[in-house]
């Protein structure tokens, strides 16, 4: 490997960590209002985020199966679910607009708004 191959190495990882930093702020940067759960497309509950003042649990027990969902006073995780693969578990705690969870086996999604935004354009 030349100098100038470990050149173009560190130019490309630079900027790629760049552009990952950029997206992460431009599109996920400003904090949550609320938190929406959909069980199977359908709204299951809706929670402001300056109205929970503790930690609170929300269990989902439907046919698909089960989660338990944490919330607390700016960020929501999911600590417990029964499909098979657990993504949403190692999914983590989300706490800005825009991120979602989501639980396919069991169809729910967690989803955080911000405030709201203009249409920059609509499809047909």
Known sequence: MTKGDKIIIVLVMGISFISMFLVNTLFYGTAGKSIVIEVDGEL??????????????????????YNKIEIESNR???????????LDVL?????????MIVCL?????????????????VAY
């Open 44 to 65: 299951y509950a809706k929670y402001n985020f300056n109205e929970i003042t503790s930690a609170k649990h929300v269990e989902i027990r439907t046919q698909y199966g």
């Open 76 to 86: 929501v995780r999911v600590v417990e679910a029964d499909c098979p693969d657990q």
């Open 105 to 121: 086996p069991n169809r729910v999604v967690i989803r955080i708004e911000g405030e709201a935004e203009e249409l920059d354009g």
């Open 91 to 99: 999914a983590g705690w989300i706490d800005k607009a825009n991120q």
